[in-house]
């Protein structure tokens, strides 16, 4: 048993099976709510608002508007590494939880499994649920510890 997951995410491997699982539950599907999909497919890594907006030259409300959508629904995720706004992803496959290093910025990405060992360890000492899917565990990352001696 994992601990981590949200309870309503839906599955799916590819945009047609995500287009299918909203009409499922009812979701209508708008213009600007599928070309935010389509960014989300194609961008293979989490991204911003921003990102998305300016890839579809929409305006950055209106992707709000349908991120959020989106994330009521299953579909999509945020997470937020590093300073700045939350970054969108898809979690049909699964929830990712994150390692992030706070001097290069980079994000290693986690099966919640992988995980569990060390939720565990905080739930019987602190009574503590941890979950690691909306904001990560940051630190420093292997590599900057070689090169920062640190
Ligand atoms: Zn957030
Ligand atoms: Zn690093």
């Not at 290093?101 to 099966?111: D, I, V």
Request: net charge neutral.
């Amino acid at each position: 048993m994992t601990l981590a997951p949200q309870a309503n995410r839906l599955a799916f491997r590819s945009f047609d099976e995500a287009v299918a699982a909203l009409r499922e539950r009812g979701m209508r599907l708008s213009t600007a709510r599928r070309l935010a999909l389509e960014a989300l497919f194609a961008a293979e890594r989490p991204v911003s608002a921003e990102w998305i907006a300016e890839r579809l030259k929409i305006e950055l409300t209106s992707v709000y508007r349908n991120l959020e959508a989106l994330e009521r629904n299953g579909i999509v995720r945020h997470v937020h590494l590093g300073h700045g706004p939350g970054l969108y992803l898809l979690v049909g496959e699964g929830e990712r939880e994150y390692l992030y290093c706070e001097r290069c910025g980079s994000a290693q990405a986690l099966e919640p499994e992988q995980l569990d060992p060390v939720r565990e360890q905080i739930r019987e000492r602190f009574g503590h649920r941890a979950r690691f899917t909306h904001f990560p565990i940051v630190g420093t990352c292997a590599a900057c510890q070689v090169a920062g001696g640190a």
